[in-house]
Every structure is written in structure tokens, then in C-alpha cells.
């Protein structure tokens, strides 16, 4: 069994920093001050979450669904205005603590890999629909009728008291 | 001449007791000495054990988005996106990482010569399968030009080779989960465990 080499490992460590959002690209299409749904694969029995089930299911303290699927974490790149929001409500974190958040669990062996990095909300819009398990968020504007929103402790993002807004 | 006798005959018990004693010095030490290295080989039964769970949970986690992945660019074969999206979508692609520490661990050690040939054949076909897979997903992986120097053709055969390769990774993964969940049954009967529950995979979906 040979070694991997030096600079593989350091791809493979760049690669993690890049799923985790370290130097990813800017995304010139956020937008802020708008709500964000919460969207799954239109299979997962999951139409309603309290708040706290989705902060563990977004921190990774849940990692299968009732039905024995895996959850797939789809997260937005860096400077999106809806990952910040995520960050900052669901998480309680900022990039950097959320960084280490994951890579501590990796280490701890507590997740198998960190959240799956798309780079638009079109992309993780089309994903969350072809994913078993999948759970992404996007800017309300950009749900489209395939797309399965979850309603959080009973509220659409279209409601006042909508948390993630 | 009884005197000899006697002499004779202690000497001989003597002898008798001490040789005795060596051989039964020396059982107990390679029976100690066994013990020690069935203890090494069970020990790194265990870490076999749990590196093989870590790397097909890590492995299962990754084989569901790429399917999506591969689905999506499935679709975009027939109406090629704009060059941004296919990079963006190339540039997100994360391929697990796998450990080898325990194969390594166990031939530095030298517990593999203790261990029971079956496990020891299926353990190095395993790793060596992990290999393969780990150095096609690196060395495959097509680089997406800037569309600038590309002519329609040759995006259009980019997306082509974008979706070969993620399909390619995917049914890759989907086999090594299943040469995971062999070894892992294997090593659970020789280390006396019953191997780890999995949920249901993509690899079921495939």
C-alpha cells in the first residue's frame, strides 16, 4: 500500500477547506432581506420541522431521516446572502467558527464529510429534486413548483413570524 | 553400591524436573507469546473494522449527490449550460477521502502474519480497490476549459466527458460499497462481531 503523496494531501485538504467555503468564489447574485426556504427531495417524509429538529439536522447531530435515508446537507458557497442568514440563525456561527465546527466533527469521527457545496441557488434547487435525502435552502424567489418546502414549527417562509427571514 | 544407586536415581528425578521445568518455561512463554499475537491480530481486527465503517460511511455519504450530480448532467448532455455552470458544478465535485491507516498500521506491525489468510486476502483486495478507485477519481477527472477557446463541439463534448467521469465515479463507489460491506462481514466473524448495521444506500438506487 503505497502513501499518498504530499501535494495530494494537500489537495484533499484544500478540497475539504473548499466544501467547507474557505476561498470559495463570491457569489455576485445574492441578495438580502429576503426570505429563505428550507427545501427536500420531494420523497422525504418530512413536510413539517420544529426549529430545533432542523438546527440538528443542519449541524449534523441527525444524519438519517424516519424512513432510514441519509441526509444529504447541500450548502450555498460563501457570500450568498442566504448562507449568512443560515449561518447566523440556524448555526449561531460565523464562517470561520462554522469551518471548525466541521472539520472538529470529521476529526472526532462523528460526521462521515462535511456539507455538499453548490455554487447558486439554481443548482441547489435542481439538486434537492434529484437527491434521496437531500435538504438545501434557497431564497424564497427562487423555489419553484417541483420544489418541496418545509414549513418550520408549522410556518411557511411566506408567514410574518417565518424564522428565516 | 546403594549409595550409588541413590545417587543415580536423584540425579535422574533431578534431571527429570529440571527438564521438565525448561519445557514447560518454554510452553508457557510461546503460550504467552500466542496469546500476545492473537491479541495484536483481534487488536487490529478492530481497527480494520472501524476504518472500513468510516470509509464506506464516507463513501455513502458522497454517492448520493453525485448520482444527483451525474442526473444532472445527464440532462445537460442534450442542452449544454452556459461554461460557468459546468464549472461550478465540476468545482464542487468532492471525491471522499479514504484511509489506509489500519493496512498500514498492520504491516509495520506485522499482525497481518497472524491473522487468518481469508481475511488477510480479502483485506488487501479491499485496499487495493480503494486504491484504484482513489487514483481513477483523481487522475480521470476532466479539466473544464474557460469557453473561450472552445467551439460549441467541443463544450458540448466537455459536458459529455463531465458526465462519464461522475458516472463513472459513481458506479465505482456503489462497488466499493458492496467490497466494504463483504469485508466488514468477514473481518466481523473473525474478530467476533456482527458487522455494522448500514441504512439503506444510494447504492440501492443506482
Wanted: aromatic fraction near 8%.
Amino acid at each position: 500500500m503505497t502513501r499518498l503523496p504530499v501535494g495530494f494531501r494537500w489537495t484533499v485538504l484544500m478540497g475539504t477547506l473548499a466544501a467547507l467555503g474557505w476561498g470559495a468564489p463570491v457569489d455576485a447574485q445574492s441578495e438580502g432581506g429576503e426570505a429563505v426556504a428550507i427545501v427536500v427531495h420531494p420523497d422525504t417524509d418530512a413536510a413539517n420541522l420544529t426549529f430545533n429538529e432542523l438546527r440538528r439536522i443542519f449541524r449534523g447531530e441527525r444524519q438519517f431521516w424516519e424512513d432510514g435515508r441519509r441526509v444529504t446537507l447541500l450548502m450555498r458557497a460563501p457570500a450568498a446572502a442566504e448562507r449568512a442568514l443560515v449561518l447566523d440563525r440556524i448555526y449561531e456561527m460565523d464562517e470561520d467558527e462554522f469551518r471548525e465546527y466541521w472539520i472538529g466533527k470529521m476529526f472526532r469521527a462523528e460526521v462521515a464529510a462535511g456539507p455538499k457545496l453548490v455554487y447558486s441557488a439554481d443548482m441547489a434547487r435542481d439538486l434537492v429534486t434529484v437527491i434521496p435525502g437531500a435538504i438545501t435552502f434557497v431564497p424564497v424567489a427562487d423555489v419553484s413548483s417541483e420544489s418541496k418546502v418545509v414549513r418550520i414549527d408549522g410556518l411557511l417562509p411566506s408567514d410574518a413570524d417565518y424564522i428565516l427571514r | 553400591m546403594v549409595v550409588k544407586t541413590e545417587w543415580l536415581v536423584r540425579g535422574a528425578v533431578e534431571s527429570v524436573f529440571v527438564v521438565g521445568s525448561i519445557l514447560l518455561a518454554l510452553a508457557v512463554d510461546e503460550w504467552a507469546e500466542n496469546r500476545d499475537f492473537a491479541e495484536l491480530a483481534d487488536q487490529s481486527l478492530g481497527i480494520f473494522e472501524q476504518e472500513l465503517v468510516q470509509n464506506r460511511d464516507r463513501v455513502e455519504d458522497g454517492l448520493p449527490y453525485h448520482q444527483g450530480i451525474r442526473d444532472i448532467l445527464g440532462q445537460m448532455v442534450a442542452t449544454p449550460p452556459p461554461v460557468i455552470d459546468l464549472r461550478r458544478i465540476m468545482e464542487g465535485l468532492e471525491t471522499p477521502v479514504l484511509l489506509n491507516t489500519a493496512w498500514e498500521t498492520a504491516l509495520a506491525t506485522g499482525a497481518l502474519t497472524h491473522m487468518d489468510f481469508d481475511v488477510v486476502r480479502a483485506l488487501s483486495l479491499t485496499y487495493s480497490i480503494q486504491e484504484g478507485f482513489t487514483s481513477r477519481s483523481r487522475s480521470d477527472r476532466p479539466r473544464i476549459g474557460t469557453g473561450e477557446e472552445m467551439s460549441p463541439a467541443d463544450f458540448t463534448a466537455q459536458v459529455q466527458q463531465a458526465y462519464d467521469y461522475v458516472a463513472a465515479l459513481t458506479r465505482d463507489e456503489a462497488e466499493l460499497l458492496t467490497v466494504y460491506q463483504q469485508a466488514l462481514q468477514l473481518v466481523g466473524r473473525y474478530h467476533g462481531t456482527a458487522p455494522p448495521e448500514r441504512a439503506e444506500t444510494a447504492a440501492d438506487n443506482n
